[in-house]
Structures are given as structure tokens and as C-alpha cells.
């Protein structure tokens, strides 16, 4: 019975998606493209690092046309998990929020959202009434092709929501995606990889705002080695004050962090050294953490 049942679960999700071929009235649909991660710079330039940091497995493409409108481009990705998707959904969300899918936002002619293990990018070569109400009609038809609503990424519970800007957290694993949120380095000195989770998100209060960080490693040992290096690269002829290697950036700013068993915690900038101090003693106790390795 096992076997059968589970033969049953395989059969009911597609190997393959069929985007709609006619979403509007009068738009006429293209032949669909489906890309594998080996061919992502060949379709797009530079933005391919980042579909390729969270481990896109298929990008299904279709273009719609209709006279004296804009092309409207489609693109349906399919990621490993909910999780990445949603990953993929930080990555901007600004604009008018719509009620479509998981979460969904427009703006200037760019649709983006997502549902299950898939994210949606619908995009206009221009904003017209008409390409708008197009968008958001296809969007609603290619999120029903894309299953039952995931679960959100249990690391977002790594950061302490009072004072949070939820449209600013970012969910994400490699160095590369880091540095599209908020640059640190040139070189991965965090020792990123698909391996790693990692939240990021901006913090508001009356001196200004700060950058937080956390990130998860498959063991203490490799989140150690991690701080380490860090410490030794990054905070590098900077003077360091107990606790938690707070120092002074070249830029006024503080920055703070530690390691406890698998996670890095980190304040990357903050105005006075008063709130990195606070952000990251509540960031510790959000995890349930006592400081850990701190020097």
C-alpha cells in the first residue's frame, strides 16, 4: 500500500509546467523556453548568480504579445524548497502589495511573487493599464499551477521582530546572494555556500538604523572556523572592546558579533555603539544564546 501511495504522490507533480498560452483577451502567447541552471547566463547577464544561490532546478520562460502593448515576459522558477522561493521573494519587495499566491507586489510594470516551491517573475516592457491587468491575470492562472502554500523559512525566526522592517529581511545561503543584500567582502570570509542559511534584516530606532545578520552552518565546527576567519579579515586593525568583538568601523559605524554553537550573530552597522550593543544582546537572546565565542 506504502508503495502505491507513494507512486501516487510522485504522479501528481508535473514533471513539467505548462504556462498559460492565453491569459488575456487578445494577447497572443509565445513558445515556452524551459532553462536549466547550466544555461542561466546565456538567457540572462549577471543576475544569474543569484537564481543559482538558491539552487534553481528549472525556469520556465513565455513571452505575450498583443498590438500597441508592451511584451510581456514570464518567468516561472522552480527552487528545492518553499523556503527558497521564498528566498527568492526577499530579494525585492517593494511596490503595491497584491493578494495573490503567498505574497505578491507590482510596481512599474515588474509582478512578483510566490506560491509552494515557486517564484514568479512577470515582467512589462513598459507599464500600461493594460499590460497591468494582463500581468495580474497571468500571475493568478500560473500560481494555480504551482501547488498547495509552503512554509516560510524557520531561520526568519532568528531575528528579534521589535524594531524590525519586515520588507528588509532577506532570506538566502551563498556569499554571492549576501552581497547583492548588503556588501561585506570581496572574498567569502563567512564561508557561505548552498550548506549555509543565513537572515538578514534592517533595524529602525531614534539614532537610526542598523544591519543584522545571522547565519546557520551544518556544525559548530564549521560555524567556529567561520568567526575565525571573520574576526581575522574583516574586523582586521580595527580596535577591538569586550563584549562581543564590538569595533568602530572606518565609517562611524559599530559593528558587533559572536559564535555559539552552529551560528554566527552579527550587527554589520549600526549609529552608535550604545544600539549595536543592545541589537546584538537581543539578537543572542533571541536564539537562545549566552555569547558564546565572542573574542
Not at 235 to 249: E, I, N, Q, R, T
Request: aromatic content about 10%; overall charge positive; proline content about 5%.
Amino acid at each position: 500500500m506504502y508503495c502505491v501511495i507513494g507512486a501516487l504522490l510522485i504522479l501528481s507533480v508535473p514533471a513539467r509546467i505548462e504556462l498559460p498560452t492565453t491569459p488575456c483577451a487578445g494577447w497572443k502567447a509565445g513558445a515556452q523556453r524551459v532553462i536549466l541552471p547550466s544555461g542561466i547566463f546565456d538567457y540572462m547577464d549577471g543576475a544569474g548568480e543569484l537564481y543559482l544561490g538558491y539552487g534553481f532546478k528549472k525556469l520556465y520562460v513565455r513571452e505575450y504579445r498583443r498590438a500597441g502593448e508592451p511584451v510581456i515576459t514570464c518567468e516561472l522558477y522552480e527552487l528545492p524548497s518553499s523556503a527558497d522561493a521564498f528566498g527568492l521573494f526577499s530579494y525585492d519587495r517593494t511596490g503595491e502589495p497584491l493578494n495573490i499566491g503567498q505574497g505578491a507586489v507590482y510596481a512599474s510594470g515588474l509582478l512578483l511573487a510566490w506560491q509552494g516551491r515557486y517564484f514568479l517573475r512577470i515582467l512589462a516592457e513598459r507599464e500600461t493599464p493594460e499590460s497591468k491587468r494582463c500581468a495580474v491575470e497571468l500571475a493568478k492562472q500560473v500560481l494555480k499551477l504551482c501547488g498547495a502554500p509552503g512554509k516560510l523559512p524557520a531561520a526568519l525566526q532568528w531575528l528579534p521582530k521589535e524594531n524590525l522592517e519586515v520588507h528588509t529581511v532577506r532570506y538566502f545561503h551563498t556569499h554571492a546572494c549576501l552581497n547583492y543584500f548588503h556588501f561585506v567582502a570581496t572574498k567569502n570570509i563567512l564561508n557561505l555556500s548552498g550548506k549555509t542559511e543565513a537572515v538578514l534584516g534592517t533595524y529602525v530606532d531614534k539614532q537610526g538604523k542598523s544591519v543584522a545578520l545571522v547565519v546557520g552552518y551544518p556544525t559548530a565546527d564549521d560555524a567556529r572556523r567561520a568567526w575565525e576567519q571573520f574576526r581575522k579579515l574583516y574586523l582586521a586593525g580595527l580596535k577591538l572592546s569586550a563584549p562581543y568583538s564590538l569595533a568602530k568601523l572606518e565609517n562611524g559605524r559599530w559593528t558587533a558579533g559572536a559564535q555559539e554553537g552552529k551560528k554566527i550573530f552579527l550587527v554589520l552597522e549600526s549609529p552608535t555603539r550604545e544600539d549595536c550593543l543592545k541589537l546584538i544582546e537581543r539578537i543572542l537572546v533571541c536564539n537562545g544564546a549566552k555569547g558564546g565565542n565572542r573574542r
